[in-house]
């Protein structure tokens, strides 16, 4: 008996087959992406080349360090007077108020600290939050260490938000208060920023963000004046980025400070509080300014055009003039 001819194309049959093999390959390769992306986030540390870095700016001033259960906190210090406490921004470390140490310590005082996660402090508190009140105990924790019972805070970015909540739960403590393109409103932050929020999204990008390159990159952006990003501020700026300690506070940190209490806590914030912003911020549009100056009852607001997100960096004569006028009768 003779078996019926298969007329099948053979086209047709290999067409389920390739897709079934197409499927295969796309399946692996998604799984091989995941696995990569959990290991980078999870699993791989980039080198911490800022340690080999010698700070002429440190070696200029002098690291001091202030011992506490909490942390080693690492600060400079110049000048006598009444006390001005300068909170490192966000991200940076003590090179952020390089421009202002040695003009306010003409009449003052002055510390500029790296709270954890920052600069060179060394965090102690395995079980330290990274969030408001952890940044806010932070403050008292380096005050007290010290022995410094009140003083006029100011900060940039992070910064200024952590020191405005600081005031605004210790108003004992704080005789002025100033505000430099600070957080503090409950508002998203750029993509980049809010993309930090992300699990493993936000574990790769830091790590990918400690290169010199990308460094240089991120500073550009926030500044108007980029003839004032030297070689030797770049270095300063990007050295402590790369430590793995302050790689993981920035993504936590993103996470979990919570603005919206910081900002609900502003009609209620008796503290002289002056707000200095640059008109050209990318990160923190000038309109966010306007927004704390109706929201403080004591505030003075000063638009500085011609500057962007770090005001102190961008334009330092301008700042400096504003801060030695506020600071003047701090007691």
Not at 1 to 12: D, E, L
Not at 120 to 147: E, I, N, R
Not at 285 to 298: G, K, S, T, Y
Request: charged share 20%; proline share 6%; with cysteine.
């Amino acid at each position: 008996m003779v078996a019926p001819a298969n007329n099948t194309p053979q086209n047709t049959i290999a067409q389920p087959v390739r897709k079934r093999r197409w499927r295969r390959w796309l399946a692996a390769a998604i799984a091989l992406l995941v696995a990569a992306m959990l290991f980078g986030a999870y699993g791989w540390q980039p080198a911490e080349d800022g340690r080999a870095f010698r700070s002429p700016y440190l070696a200029q001033v002098g690291s001091r360090y202030a011992d506490t259960p909490m942390a080693r906190f690492h600060y400079v210090q110049a000048g006598s007077g009444t006390p001005v406490i300068l909170l490192s921004p966000g991200g940076t470390s003590v090179i952020g108020w390089k421009d202002q140490l040695n003009v306010l310590a003409r009449d003052h005082t002055v510390y500029v600290v790296d709270l954890p996660g920052q600069g060179y402090t060394q965090l102690k508190d395995s079980g330290f939050a990274f969030d408001l009140d952890a940044m806010v105990s932070a403050v008292s924790a380096f005050m007290d260490g010290l022995g410094v019972r009140q003083a006029a805070l100011a900060g940039n970015s992070w910064s200024g938000g952590w020191a405005l909540t600081f005031a605004q739960r210790h108003p004992d403590r704080v005789t002025k208060l100033a505000l430099l393109d600070a957080t503090g409103l409950d508002l998203p932050g750029t993509l980049m920023w809010e993309s930090l929020k992300l699990p493993v999204i936000g574990e790769l990008a830091v790590k990918l963000s400690t290169g010199k390159s990308t460094v240089r990159s991120l500073a550009e952006g926030m500044m108007v004046n980029k003839q004032r990003l030297t070689e030797q501020l770049l270095d300063e700026w990007w050295a402590p980025m790369t430590f793995h300690d302050n790689i993981r506070a920035t993504y936590l940190l993103e996470r979990r400070l919570d603005w919206a209490q910081t900002e609900r806590a502003l009609p209620a914030t008796k503290t002289q509080t002056l707000v200095l912003w640059g008109k050209q911020d990318t990160i923190q549009p000038v309109e966010r300014a306007h927004r704390f100056a109706e929201l403080l009852p004591n505030e003075q607001l000063v638009i500085l055009d011609g500057c962007g997100h770090a005001p102190q960096l961008d334009c330092p004569d301008p700042v400096n003039r504003h801060l030695q006028t506020f600071f003047a009768d701090s007691r």
